[in-house]
């Protein structure tokens, strides 16, 4: 069953208040009672207090025979129904009423031998009847205190029964409190699990994927499997993604067939040399067709053939240039593919632009040739309008065995880049070429292409001074290289 990150939370923020809600109602409940214990206790004292003072004055009397003593124990007897009546009526339902009724009628005997009591010695001292007033008077304080006793001891037991009782609501109090708590606790980290695995994990999981698409690397993000908001979004992104590689390609590509534009006039000037040898070729030698020395005519065949040979490899590098291609690297020796790029680029190389060209021989690394090719091609005619069509270009190439990468420079003494484009300069379409001389993308693709091998480009430059671009590209070890050709160029082709 399919549950949304969102309804997840829902229900478990709805968890939360509920089982919130109950355990504040259940504590609100027993500090009720407890306070109603508390009240209940607090009257049963007076309430004993006052069956106290009445068996404090019955004593009294059977010390004295004092009428006053009589009369104030059966006060406190009346005040005690009174007290245990609005104890009764106030708290029925959490006091034992059943014990308080029964009670009552305890107390009710106890007052009514106390009033016994009480005309007995008005009767017997008014008519001063001093044999009769004590006829009886220890069978009569025997059941009087008999009785006190009992309603005093039940009394006190019941007491001591409500403490008991406040006792046991206090430690279950603690017991819920404390399984309240743990419940909480336990929920709570449940949750938190729940969004650790379940939020947190693929949002991390999305945020590398997203940082690893700004810094040019188009994977497409493995499915998380959560089912959820989280999996959907990741289609998205998925989807995003591919559309990005495609257009990322037709840029490539339109980028390259832009830059066809640019090598033509190269392109038809390296081809008008090896025709007009040809033409010179072939009319020589029909001209010297009969009556010729077949020796010579053969040599101008050869040298015609030679020459169609040259013009082939140079339309077929042209055709291999415009050619949309899937990324393929393999073996390739960093001067042959500057030398290729110049003679590729030769026709629009002014002579008045020195070139020098410093690196080793066998300097190599695995990379697509072609779009490396058109990388450089990009940098070197930059370099050249740079200059205005005058100055000195350097490239080098030199291998830092401690990073494991080759640098690739760059190098003009062109007009610079000012210090407020610098940071621009690989934007798509940012150029500061006039509108029509350039689209802006050269630089945006070179640094893709650059990314997609796994390398870096950095650029220094101080106007009316010059520009160095830096190419730096990773040199995997020799056993991992995808080919390894003596020709690198037919390796990439």
């Given at each position: 069953?399919?549950?949304?990150?969102?309804?997840?939370?829902?229900?478990?923020?709805?968890?939360?208040?509920?089982?919130?809600?109950?355990?504040?109602?259940?504590?609100?409940?027993?500090?009720?009672?407890?306070?109603?214990?508390?009240?209940?206790?607090?009257?049963?004292?007076?309430?004993?207090?006052?069956?106290?003072?009445?068996?404090?004055?019955?004593?009294?009397?059977?010390?004295?025979?004092?009428?006053?003593?009589?009369?104030?124990?059966?006060?406190?007897?009346?005040?005690?129904?009174?007290?245990?009546?609005?104890?009764?009526?106030?708290?029925?339902?959490?006091?034992?009423?059943?014990?308080?009724?029964?009670?009552?009628?305890?107390?009710?005997?106890?007052?009514?031998?106390?009033?016994?009591?009480?005309?007995?010695?008005?009767?017997?001292?008014?008519?001063?009847?001093?044999?009769?007033?004590?006829?009886?008077?220890?069978?009569?304080?025997?059941?009087?205190?008999?009785?006190?006793?009992?309603?005093?001891?039940?009394?006190?037991?019941?007491?001591?029964?409500?403490?008991?009782?406040?006792?046991?609501?206090?430690?279950?109090?603690?017991?819920?409190?404390?399984?309240?708590?743990?419940?909480?606790?336990?929920?709570?980290?449940?949750?938190?699990?729940?969004?650790?695995?379940?939020?947190?994990?693929?949002?991390?999981?999305?945020?590398?994927?997203?940082?690893?698409?700004?810094?040019?690397?188009?994977?497409?993000?493995?499915?998380?499997?959560?089912?959820?908001?989280?999996?959907?979004?990741?289609?998205?992104?998925?989807?995003?993604?591919?559309?990005?590689?495609?257009?990322?390609?037709?840029?490539?590509?339109?980028?390259?067939?832009?830059?066809?534009?640019?090598?033509?006039?190269?392109?038809?000037?390296?081809?008008?040399?090896?025709?007009?040898?040809?033409?010179?070729?072939?009319?020589?030698?029909?001209?010297?067709?009969?009556?010729?020395?077949?020796?010579?005519?053969?040599?101008?065949?050869?040298?015609?053939?030679?020459?169609?040979?040259?013009?082939?490899?140079?339309?077929?590098?042209?055709?291999?240039?415009?050619?949309?291609?899937?990324?393929?690297?393999?073996?390739?020796?960093?001067?042959?593919?500057?030398?290729?790029?110049?003679?590729?680029?030769?026709?629009?190389?002014?002579?008045?632009?020195?070139?020098?060209?410093?690196?080793?021989?066998?300097?190599?690394?695995?990379?697509?040739?072609?779009?490396?090719?058109?990388?450089?091609i990009n940098l070197i005619l930059n370099a050249v309008h740079a200059?205005?069509?005058?100055?000195?270009?350097?490239?080098?190439?030199?291998?830092?065995?401690?990073?494991?990468?080759?640098?690739?420079?760059?190098?003009?003494?062109?007009?610079?880049?000012?210090?407020?484009?610098?940071?621009?300069?690989?934007?798509?379409?940012?150029?500061?070429?006039?509108?029509?001389?350039?689209?802006?993308?050269?630089?945006?693709?070179?640094?893709?292409?650059?990314?997609?091998?796994?390398?870096?480009?950095?650029?220094?430059?101080?106007?009316?001074?010059?520009?160095?671009?830096?190419?730096?590209?990773?040199?995997?070890?020799?056993?991992?290289?995808?080919?390894?050709?003596?020709?690198?160029?037919?390796?990439?082709?």
């Amino acid at each position: 069953m399919k549950i949304s990150v969102q309804k997840r939370i829902s229900i478990a923020f709805i968890i939360l208040v509920l089982l919130g809600g109950i355990i504040w109602v259940i504590t609100d409940y027993r500090n009720h009672l407890l306070e109603l214990k508390f009240d209940i206790i607090t009257e049963k004292n007076q309430l004993l207090n006052t069956i106290l003072e009445a068996r404090r004055y019955e004593k009294n009397y059977f010390l004295y025979f004092n009428e006053k003593d009589i009369k104030e124990a059966v006060a406190y007897t009346t005040t005690a129904q009174s007290k245990i009546s609005e104890i009764i009526e106030a708290y029925r339902d959490y006091a034992s009423s059943e014990n308080l009724l029964s009670y009552r009628d305890e107390l009710k005997r106890y007052k009514n031998s106390l009033v016994e009591l009480q005309e007995h010695y008005r009767k017997n001292h008014l008519s001063g009847n001093i044999d009769a007033l004590m006829a009886g008077n220890e069978k009569k304080q025997s059941n009087i205190r008999a009785l006190g006793q009992e309603i005093t001891s039940d009394l006190e037991q019941m007491v001591q029964q409500e403490r008991m009782s406040v006792n046991r609501l206090v430690k279950e109090s603690r017991i819920y409190s404390f399984l309240g708590v743990l419940t909480v606790f336990l929920l709570s980290v449940f949750v938190a699990f729940s969004l650790i695995f379940k939020v947190n994990r693929p949002l991390r999981q999305i945020g590398r994927a997203v940082r690893k698409i700004a810094a040019g690397d188009y994977e497409k993000i493995p499915p998380l499997n959560t089912n959820d908001e989280f999996d959907e979004f990741v289609q998205s992104l998925n989807t995003m993604i591919s559309e990005v590689n495609k257009r990322n390609e037709q840029l490539i590509q339109s980028r390259k067939m832009a830059s066809l534009g640019t090598l033509t006039s190269g392109v038809a000037h390296e081809l008008n040399n090896p025709l007009n040898n040809i033409s010179t070729s072939l009319q020589i030698a029909i001209e010297e067709l009969e009556g010729g020395d077949p020796a010579y005519n053969k040599e101008l065949l050869t040298d015609a053939e030679a020459q169609i040979e040259r013009a082939r490899d140079i339309v077929r590098a042209l055709l291999e240039f415009s050619r949309e291609r899937t990324f393929k690297p393999v073996k390739v020796y960093i001067k042959n593919l500057v030398e290729e790029s110049l003679k590729l680029i030769k026709g629009e190389l002014p002579g008045s632009v020195e070139v020098e060209v410093d690196m080793a021989e066998d300097l190599h690394t695995v990379m697509d040739f072609r779009r490396m090719q058109q990388v450089l091609i990009n940098l070197i005619l930059n370099a050249v309008h740079a200059m205005d069509n005058e100055g000195k270009l350097t490239i080098k190439a030199t291998k830092n065995p401690e990073k494991n990468e080759i640098c690739l420079q760059i190098q003009d003494t062109g007009k610079g880049i000012p210090a407020e484009y610098k940071d621009k300069i690989f934007d798509p379409f940012f150029t500061t070429k006039k509108v029509g001389k350039g689209t802006g993308l050269g630089l945006s693709v070179s640094h893709g292409i650059i990314q997609n091998h796994g390398g870096r480009i950095d650029v220094e430059s101080e106007e009316s001074v010059g520009t160095t671009f830096y190419i730096y590209l990773p040199v995997p070890n020799d056993k991992n290289d995808h080919a390894s050709s003596d020709t690198p160029v037919e390796a990439a082709m």
